[in-house]
């Protein structure tokens, strides 16, 4: 962690030392908000809010992710300041009567999400419930998942979850990185995460919009990528694989769980299914044209009740090594 020089130590503080101000660093440290559940939990105008998180941003204290039509703030890792910016956290008095109030009405608002959670979650359980009954169990293949990713848990500083959905990846794995992050473009299912990681209480891990084609990160960041049941939604995989490799840093992993080749074309109408599976020297050639050279493979095939095979799912690891082969071929 860097430390902030005098005039970044100064502009924090200038921007933290104001009530509201306080407040707002108080509350975003229970989660990510946006403006107008802000105004909710402090009971301030929307413009006085935003101008507040304004300074608060360009001191670096927090940052602001749009979403849509929505802004989400949440407090600034990895920033100059953030050791300062955790002293003065840990320095708010917990008896504040304001501080006391924003909390319970931080609860208000997280139950209102959790509510608008569940009513999207049972408008679609049905189809999703269909699709799982058509190949193993989802718990079968996280197992599996879990002995690949704990034999990394020791030194995974960031996970990342592409196209997380529910957020069911970082709900299970993100206790295994010291940050977990899960990008997707749907609003409505990033809010269905966020309902997910409250009820679980992983501080660890956050939710950002973002595609799997432009990953919103920069080179060499991520200890693992996962890729769960997502490349068969796309029109380009090899492009999520290329970003999953640019993002990951040399020696990190990245673990992939989608169907094998399969016939089923109801998919494709009845849940937006773009590719019919992929074949292992398919992945495999993916993979190696993204730079990762493949360390692991598992098929997973379940038997229906009639003895008829039904979806397999197939599972890749693969590794970037310290010189991908991307950058060999464009040095000679």
């Not at 030392?17 to 229970?30: C, D, H, K, S, V």
């Not at 360390?295 to 095979?309: I, N, V």
Request: charged share 25%; aromatic share 4%.
């Amino acid at each position: 962690m860097y430390k902030p020089d005098m005039e970044q130590l100064l502009s924090a503080l200038r921007a933290a030392g104001e009530p509201t101000r306080l407040r707002i660093l108080a509350i975003l440290a229970l989660g990510e908000l946006t403006v107008s559940e802000l105004t909710q939990v402090l009971s301030q105008s929307q413009p006085r809010i935003s101008r507040h998180l304004k300074l608060l941003a360009d001191a670096g204290l927090v940052q602001r992710y749009p979403e849509g039509s929505w802004v989400f703030y949440r407090l600034h890792e990895g920033t100059h300041v953030s050791g300062v910016l955790a002293q003065i956290i840990r320095h708010i008095p917990e008896d504040d009567h304001d501080i006391l109030r924003d909390r319970e009405r931080f609860g208000e608002v997280r139950q209102l999400r959790a509510e608008r959670a569940q009513n999207y979650f049972a408008a679609n359980a049905a189809s999703w419930d269909e699709l799982r009954a058509r190949h193993i169990p989802e718990t079968a293949v996280e197992e599996k998942m879990a002995d690949q990713l704990e034999a990394h848990s020791g030194d995974m500083a960031l996970l990342i979850d592409l196209g997380t959905g529910t957020g069911r990846m970082l709900e299970i794995f993100g206790h295994l990185a010291q940050r977990a992050i899960g990008f997707d473009v749907s609003a409505d299912m990033l809010t269905l995460a966020r309902s997910k990681l409250d009820e679980v209480g992983a501080k660890n891990c956050q939710v950002r919009q973002g595609d799997c084609a432009n990953v919103p990160l920069e080179d060499n960041v991520a200890s693992v990528v996962i890729l769960h049941q997502v490349l068969h939604f796309l029109d380009d995989p090899q492009r999520a694989l290329n970003e999953a490799a640019r993002i990951l840093a040399p020696g990190g992993r990245v673990l992939i769980a989608d169907f094998g080749p399969h016939e089923m074309e109801a998919l494709r109408e009845d849940h937006a299914h773009r590719r019919l599976g992929f074949g292992d020297a398919e992945m495999r050639a993916m993979l190696t044209q993204s730079g990762l050279q493949v360390r692991e493979t598992q098929t997973l095939s379940p038997e229906s009740s009639s003895g008829e095979q039904d979806l397999t799912v197939a599972m890749w690891q693969a590794e970037k090594l310290e010189l991908p082969q991307k950058e060999n071929r464009n040095a000679r």
